[in-house]
């Protein structure tokens, strides 16, 4: 089923309008429409998985160091693993464990805490020695390796599957799609939305749900609402077909660096976060920038430094000022909600925020509390404890 739209213009009218067509759009598209929401109509400047989600490869883990980042993660892996039978779509879900690479005692120190909070919420993660870390993945070296830390429920699945099945059951549920459709305004009364502004004409609505990745703090300027989203760029690349073929390992990642690689159709997968990236919604796939990574594998997995690469990606990070999501519901008006600025974690918890923005409009009590993930955090300075940030 088609999911873009084929009219010249929009609806008029909508009770919802969610603007933003990547994971946490179709998701929250799907869930609204599943518990029998109607008149729902999303807006997409480009085609759906544009932005972030587009990337071509996401990692899915619940080994976070916060309880309300690994209840989201745990969510979301368990509706990952559900996906053929709810929406029903194949995301080709690999569950080959993620594999975090730890490197001087203070690491391995943080990441035992981390691990019994994980292991209390009922995450399988567990520390293993740098030998038995090699055993996963025999790619590394164990030199200079203190700990390593892994769970087998983790792994890696497709976005552009999972948008698209999100899509696909939401358009047989009555969701409008209305994709390179651009928000040109919003329109407010008092302390309402009352009507979203595109290229494609004006929509009038009960309640707008802010999804926009990486271009939010646009969309909440419109309306005066502060939604702190800066744009970086990150890459990854695509080995040449590997002959013999790269065993299975988990995604495993060098915490120190950052640098991460997994298995990729007949190859592997590199990425690595350029520490000096400026902001911006460039995209530009940059070749030089593999040497930061080979820079770092010649230490930590030698074999990878000289394997060619095919190809690579660019895409967009939409980061916080704390690396935590801002998900929750206007103060200021009270029928605008949002859930934008995953710093990189937006793929792997969108089921679960998907969850909770149908919760929030039905004013439901959400399966877990996430009001420290109010954007009016910065205002009042109760911000949330920042993750790590890695992948």
Same mark, same amino acid.
């Given at each position: 089923?088609?999911?873009?739209?084929?009219?010249?213009?929009?609806?008029?009218?909508?009770?919802?309008?969610?603007?933003?067509?990547?994971?946490?759009?179709?998701?929250?598209?799907?869930?609204?429409? &599943?518990?029998?929401?109607?008149?729902?109509?999303?807006?997409?400047?480009?085609?759906?998985?544009?932005?972030?989600?587009?990337?071509?490869?996401?990692?899915?883990?619940?080994?976070?160091?916060?309880?309300?980042?690994?209840?989201?993660?745990?969510?979301?892996?368990?509706?990952?693993?559900?996906?053929?039978?709810?929406?029903?779509?194949?995301?080709?879900?690999?569950?080959?464990?993620?594999?975090?690479?730890?490197?001087?005692?203070?690491?391995?120190?943080?990441?035992?805490?981390?691990?019994?909070?994980?292991?209390?919420?009922?995450?399988?993660?567990?520390?293993?020695?740098?030998? @038995?870390?090699?055993?996963?993945?025999?790619?590394?070296?164990?030199?200079?390796?203190?700990?390593?830390?892994?769970?087998?429920?983790?792994?890696?699945?497709?976005?552009?599957?999972?948008?698209?099945?999100?899509?696909?059951?939401?358009?047989?549920?009555?969701?409008?799609?209305?994709?390179?459709?651009?928000?040109?305004?919003?329109?407010?009364?008092?302390?309402?939305?009352?009507?979203?502004?595109?290229?494609?004409?004006?929509?009038?609505?009960?309640?707008?749900?802010?999804?926009?990745?990486?271009?939010?703090?646009?969309?909440?300027?419109?309306?005066?609402?502060?939604?702190?989203?800066?744009?970086?760029?990150?890459?990854?690349?695509?080995?040449?077909?590997?002959?013999?073929?790269?065993?299975?390992?988990? !995604?495993?990642?060098?915490?120190?660096?950052?640098?991460?690689?997994?298995?990729?159709?007949?190859?592997?997968?590199?990425?690595?976060?350029?520490?000096?990236?400026?902001?911006?919604?460039?995209?530009?796939?940059?070749? @030089?920038?593999?040497?930061? !990574?080979?820079?770092?594998?010649?230490?930590?997995?030698?074999?990878?430094?000289?394997?060619?690469?095919?190809?690579?990606?660019?895409?967009?990070? @939409?980061?916080?000022?704390?690396?935590?999501?801002?998900?929750?519901?206007?103060?200021?008006?009270?029928?605008?909600?949002?859930?934008?600025?995953?710093?990189?974690?937006? !793929?792997?918890?969108?089921?679960?925020?998907?969850?909770?923005?149908?919760?929030?409009?039905?004013?439901?009590?959400?399966?877990?509390?996430?009001?420290?993930?109010?954007?009016?955090?910065?205002?009042?300075?109760? @911000?949330?404890?920042? &993750?790590?940030?890695?992948?």
């Amino acid at each position: 089923m088609s999911t873009s739209s084929t009219f010249r213009t929009v609806p008029p009218t909508a009770d919802v309008v969610i603007i933003g067509g990547g994971v946490m759009g179709a998701s929250t598209a799907f869930h609204l429409a &599943e518990a029998g929401v109607k008149n729902i109509v999303l807006v997409e400047r480009g085609d759906l998985c544009f932005g972030s989600s587009g990337k071509p490869i996401g990692g899915v883990r619940a080994q976070f160091s916060d309880p309300l980042n690994i209840e989201l993660g745990s969510r979301s892996l368990r509706a990952f693993q559900d996906f053929p039978h709810r929406p029903g779509a194949d995301i080709r879900l690999d569950s080959v464990g993620y594999l975090f690479l730890l490197t001087t005692d203070r690491q391995a120190a943080e990441f035992e805490v981390s691990v019994k909070t994980q292991n209390d919420l009922g995450v399988p993660s567990r520390m293993v020695n740098p030998d @038995e870390a090699r055993e996963l993945c025999p790619y590394i070296s164990t030199d200079g390796l203190v700990a390593a830390v892994y769970s087998p429920t983790d792994g890696h699945a497709r976005p552009g599957l999972v948008v698209r099945g999100y899509a696909d059951a939401a358009a047989r549920a009555g969701v409008t799609f209305a994709t390179h459709t651009n928000v040109t305004g919003i329109d407010t009364a008092g302390d309402r939305v009352t009507a979203v502004h595109t290229d494609r004409g004006r929509i009038a609505c009960s309640t707008v749900i802010c999804t926009a990745g990486a271009w939010s703090g646009q969309i909440g300027d419109m309306v005066g609402i502060s939604l702190p989203v800066r744009p970086v760029r990150r890459q990854l690349a695509f080995t040449k077909p590997l002959t013999p073929p790269a065993p299975r390992i988990p !995604f495993t990642i060098d915490f120190a660096s950052s640098a991460y690689f997994h298995n990729s159709d007949d190859g592997l997968l590199f990425g690595l976060a350029d520490p000096d990236q400026p902001d911006g919604f460039d995209t530009t796939w940059t070749p @030089e920038w593999l040497e930061l !990574f080979r820079d770092v594998a010649r230490h930590r997995a030698p074999e990878l430094a000289d394997m060619e690469v095919a190809d690579g990606w660019a895409g967009l990070y @939409e980061v916080t000022p704390d690396h935590n999501a801002l998900i929750g519901r206007s103060s200021e008006l009270g029928n605008f909600l949002y859930a934008a600025g995953f710093s990189g974690h937006g !793929f792997l918890q969108g089921p679960a925020v998907g969850e909770i923005m149908r919760d929030l409009y039905l004013d439901r009590e959400p399966f877990v509390d996430i009001s420290p993930l109010s954007a009016d955090r910065f205002r009042t300075g109760a @911000e949330t404890r920042p &993750e790590a940030h890695v992948v």
